[in-house]
């Protein structure tokens, strides 16, 4: 489940002490930290300390914007589930899982009646929980999707972690032009003399409408990385113009988008 937040964009933390889950939350208000969202994941590993929380939260949602998430499952289903990974509950190997359920729905109950959303996993399996904590938490502003945009050279081989993979040794090549040789795809020069050919902007215009039918699908599918890859012969001039192109486009539709040039310094 965390990491279904994670693939999201928020900054996780699995079994955080409940003492230092004040610290946590003033750290993330003042900034200290390269993420705008966190989750906190708190269980029966916790034991006693569980019974701090309820009163720690009522204080904390004082002075922040916390939505308290709680999951939970039949006892059939969590009895087969335990069965199935032969681990035993963290609450003691001294009880049976059944009682050891028992007394953990005993310590959790305060911490259920202060629950935002309650989740009842047990109709799920792991993708289909993945696909419902998705569309319940995604940021409307943000794709859960992180895209990887990467430029390469089919001198030096193809990348061997792409999804897509496009070969543009079609396009004119500035190699041949002596004024550009030294340059990359980066440079202004050479994208304009790239993109001065009609099979540019028509290949530019495809890519648009392909990526813009592909993309939501990849994300139903529960997609969190995917990797485009360009290719030319050296890949300093062609692939790389054109995965900074596509970079910006699939940035203005909202995706979250970085660019590799693998080869532009070969």
């Known amino acids: 489940m965390l990491r279904a937040f994670e693939d999201m964009g928020f900054y996780c933390v699995d079994n955080l002490p409940v003492e230092l889950i004040p610290i946590f939350a003033e750290l993330h208000a003042a900034g200290e930290g390269d993420f705008s969202r966190a989750a906190l994941l708190v269980d029966a590993r916790e034991g006693r ?3 701090k929380l309820p009163g720690l939260l009522k204080h904390l949602r004082r002075e922040h914007a916390i939505t308290l998430v709680f999951i939970e499952a039949h006892d059939d289903a969590l009895l087969r589930r335990y069965s199935e990974t032969r681990r035993p509950h963290p ?6 899982v059944r009682e050891s359920l028992r007394h953990e729905r005993k310590l959790m109950e305060p911490i259920r009646h202060l ?3 309650v989740i009842d996993s047990t109709q799920f399996n792991v993708h289909e929980l993945r696909t419902f904590i998705t569309r319940r938490f995604k ?5 859960p999707m992180l895209i990887s945009v990467v430029s390469f050279g089919y001198r030096y081989g193809v990348p061997n972690d792409a999804d897509l993979m496009f070969d543009v040794r079609f396009l004119p090549n500035p190699h041949f032009i002596p004024a550009l040789r030294r340059f990359t795809g980066k440079d202004a020069k050479v994208r304009r003399f790239i993109n001065s050919f009609p099979q540019t902007r028509q290949f530019l215009r495809r890519m648009e409408s392909l990526l813009a039918y592909l993309m939501p699908h990849y994300i139903e599918e529960g997609k969190s990385y995917l990797t485009i890859a360009f290719g030319c ?3 300093k001039h062609r692939s790389v113009m054109l995965a900074e192109e596509i970079k910006k486009g699939l940035e203005k539709k909202q995706y979250a988008t970085k660019v590799f040039h693998r080869d532009i310094e070969k």
């Open 49 to 51: 300390q569980l019974q």
């Open 91 to 96: 609450l003691g190997q001294d009880h049976s």
């Open 115 to 117: 629950a935002d959303v």
């Open 139 to 143: 940021n409307p502003e943000r794709s």
């Open 233 to 235: 012969t050296g890949g």
